[in-house]
């Protein structure tokens, strides 16, 4: 797994993980009824976690399915 993120776009992902986990656990501290909390503060975990990894999958996956062939990027095939 090598990284495929840079590093500027790293310390942007740490940094928005932080303030999101930071500003999560605050508002389940107040509110403890949330039924999305959980969720979110495990979504702010993963950025914090793809900034230090320098890996993001969701851009492994983009990466992988648009494919070059003869000079021309290929997108997602769409059938209308």
């Known amino acids: 797994m090598k990284p495929n ?3 500027i776009n790293s310390m942007i992902r740490i940094t ?3 303030s999101m ?4 656990t605050i508002r389940g ?3 403890e009824e949330s039924s999305s909390h ?3 503060i495990m979504m702010a975990s993963l950025k914090i976690a793809e900034g230090i990894v320098r890996f993001c999958p969701l851009t492994a996956l983009y990466e992988e399915a648009a494919v070059e062939t003869d000079g021309k990027e290929e997108a997602w095939p ?3």
Do not use: D, V
């Open 16 to 18: 928005a993980g932080f």
């Open 38 to 40: 959980p969720f979110l």
């Open 5 to 7: 993120i840079s590093l």
């Open 21 to 24: 986990l930071t500003y999560l």
């Open 78 to 80: 769409q059938n209308l």
């Open 29 to 31: 501290a107040r509110n």
